[in-house]
């Protein structure tokens, strides 16, 4: 009776351990969050490793693998990851997928446009963090349509008309940098870097915690505790990066190209320019001329390099004046993947911004 009842109890231990989901993630940021709310149940499994390009990737075995395994997906969405979907329609067919971009409550932008972007009034934004229209995001492979009509009021587009002949400067460019970047960077297209708006994460944690309680539902109450204190601790620290930034609003400075716009949105600091038109593309010489002309103009004290950045660029833009440069990351490519990586991605944004733009 004792070794029955002590198989019995290694079987039961061993269900309750195989009933935690196998999570799948697409980046490190996401990975994060995910890490956040299973902490003490299970870890998800990174797809995409945070050097490499989100929009175009090709992935390994072992990271296939993970997919293939994988209960339910936890991505951004085709608009940062428009390749994952085939791999995910073919290797993990009977897995539920949580679509970021698609949860209601968060805040989406779209990418501005020009070379010389205006600072914009994100205050009517605000009525789009309960995503009105909810529908209309079932599907994102275009997304013109919808972000032009959703955002045609909101100032997003402010100046386009001044920018025309800047945009067929750039038009073969442009298409270069589509094409080699693997998602949208058209004016109202979505801008897919919506992991940089920390309030967007604070209601992503109520989904995570929600879609792993689905399928998980004895670590229900773990899964919701763990997303409560992550929350917390999200809001303490965009309380703490708006008191270290607010010092620094009306600073005018560029960025390498546009992937901020979400964090410089939360805390009211608007670049003035983006130097490429893709994280990918070189920049051509009549844009660099442009953006040296902002600069200028807007008397531009700090220019935002990347890991990948040419720092020749820096001295094109230069003119004669001296310009401060810091460099920003979107995804966090130098974080050890986990549980601390999101509160260190925003805390590195702050301190660079703070570093390059104080006076």
């Known amino acids: 009776m004792r070794r029955l009842l002590c198989t019995t109890l290694l079987f039961s231990a061993g269900l309750a351990h195989a009933e935690v989901p ?4 697409d980046i490190a940021p996401v990975h994060s969050l995910v890490s956040m709310v299973m902490q003490g149940a299970g870890s998800p499994d990174l797809i995409i490793p945070p050097g490499a390009s989100p929009h175009s990737y090709a992935m390994r075995p072992s990271e296939a693998r993970a997919v293939a395994k994988a209960d339910l997906v936890v991505w951004v969405g085709p608009s940062l990851a428009p390749w994952l979907e085939e791999p995910m329609s073919s290797l993990a067919q009977g897995a539920e997928r949580l679509t970021l971009q698609e949860v209601e409550g968060i805040r989406l932008l779209t990418n501005r446009s020009g070379v010389a972007f205006e600072a914009h009034d994100h ?17 994102h492979d275009d ?21 025309a002949d800047h945009d067929d400067h750039d038009h073969d460019a442009h298409e270069e940098a589509d094409a080699h970047a693997g998602h949208n960077h058209a004016p109202g297209a979505l801008d897919p870097h919506i992991w940089l708006d920390p309030q967007n994460a604070v209601v992503w944690l109520d989904a995570i915690a929600a879609s792993l309680s689905a399928q998980d539902p004895e670590n229900a109450a773990l899964y919701a505790d763990n997303a409560a204190q992550a929350q917390a601790q999200l809001v303490d620290l965009q309380a703490d990066i708006q008191a270290e930034l607010t010092p620094l609003r009306g600073q005018k400075f560029v960025v390498f190209h546009d992937a901020y716009h979400y964090f410089e949105a939360r805390f009211d600091v608007e670049a003035s320019a983006a130097i490429s038109l893709s ?8 844009r660099l001329a442009e953006v040296r002309d902002v600069v200028k103009d807007t008397q531009a004290a700090c220019v935002f390099t990347e890991p990948q950045f040419n720092a020749g660029l820096v ?19 130098a974080l050890e993947p986990g549980v601390d990586m999101y509160p260190a991605l925003l805390r590195d944004l702050a301190a660079a911004f703070s570093s390059c733009l104080a006076e």
């Open 143 to 163: 997304h013109e349509g919808h972000d032009h009509a959703d955002h045609a009021d909101h100032g997003d587009h402010k100046g386009h008309d001044d920018h």
């Open 123 to 139: 205050g009517d934004h605000e009525g789009h963090e309960d995503h009105d229209g909810h529908d209309d995001h079932a599907e």
């Open 315 to 333: 001295d094109a833009l230069q003119d004669g004046t001296a310009l401060k440069s810091a460099s920003l990351d979107p995804i966090g490519a």
């Open 22 to 25: 196998r999570v799948a993630t």
């Open 279 to 286: 994280d990918g593309a070189a920049p051509s010489a009549a």
